[in-house]
């Protein structure tokens, strides 16, 4: 008759548990609706199956207490969701084949002969290398200025910022303006238009913190991209 006990109290253990279980399920349903409301591009991997604890609740020798699966699944959700956060911020070294390692920070070094501020980096590469985006946004304006020869004005998607990239050799076929770009995408190619030394032919490329009226011409507060594109 033990042995009948003993199954018995296993059955009502097992059901008890899957009942809780099935609560803790619901719950974490709940916490990944949330969250893949927050990180709306990865719905399928922010919510947990409710299947994995019913299989562990079966277990009649695993203690009833539901904060194993909820930990792991919060623990699923965080680590899908951080990566993801960080790698949007990143910029990207905006010449192929520069790595953060190669560049060097011009931001404060005068030009005009001490009139003014650099306000910018400049990437050496060899005339010809691909220029790429280095941050998705929109072609705001392609234009050919004295000193910066030819330039890409870039706004990012929530129009405050804007990436300037100059002595353009080429443009990539076929970019205008209004053209959505991605990170990574190519703008065209390093050369040395404008007030550029022919002999040392590079990027010039400036971040502007801007207003989301303002227009790409006025006047706007330059951030060193040096940090930016080292600090990772
Ligand atoms: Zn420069």
Known sequence: MQIVDRILTI?????????????????LIENATADSQRAATRPAEAAPSPVPPIVLGNDSMMEPGATDAADAGGLDVETVATPDADTARQL???VKN????DLTDTFSDTRGGGARMHEAIDIMAPRGTSVVAAAPGVVEKLFTSKAGGKTIYVRSPDRLT????AHLDEYAQGLKEGQRVRRGQRLGTVGSSGNADDA?????????QTTE???WWEPANAVNPFPLLTDR
Request: aromatic share 10%.
């Open 11 to 27: 059955i009502i253990t097992a059901t008890l548990t899957s009942a809780v279980w099935i609560v803790a399920g619901g719950s």
């Open 92 to 94: 990207m070294v905006p």
């Open 98 to 101: 520069i790595r953060p390692g």
């Open 162 to 165: 804007i990436h300037y990239y």
């Open 200 to 208: 040392s032919p590079h990027l010039h490329f400036a971040i502007l």
């Open 213 to 215: 009226q303002a227009e």
